[in-house]
């Protein structure tokens, strides 16, 4: 999704949601880099970008983590002045040993401050 800021000369938001594959590791590997290559061909430089959605990858995975933080991504609910840290919009995983609440599999990262 493109959102213009009509007449404001501002930047542009583009907000890509995704679901990436549960069953396939390097699937979930390589989904980050999919993205990547699309917003590289599709968005100006400086607009502001969120990549959200259902990753099916915790955070111990960390190959996707890395490669959204290398190209300049920073996890929303570290990076937000105000978050309720909610594991998940669903309450997946809850009840799974070491599990609080939910495992996060549900992600929003941003190049942008939120």
Sequence with gaps: MHLQKPNTGGDDVWIFNTHWD???EEA???SPLVIMDEIDARVPL???VIIMGDFNTVLWEVAPHIS???KGY???RKIALKSDRSPTS???GQGLVG???GITIDF???NGQV
């Design 68 to 70: 959204l933080n290398l």
């Design 99 to 101: 599990s609080v609440g």
């Design 46 to 48: 400086n607009d502001l």
């Design 90 to 92: 669903n309450g997946f």
């Design 28 to 30: 979930r590997k390589k």
């Design 108 to 110: 929003a990262y941003t």
């Design 22 to 24: 549960h069953e396939g």
């Design 74 to 76: 920073r996890d929303t």
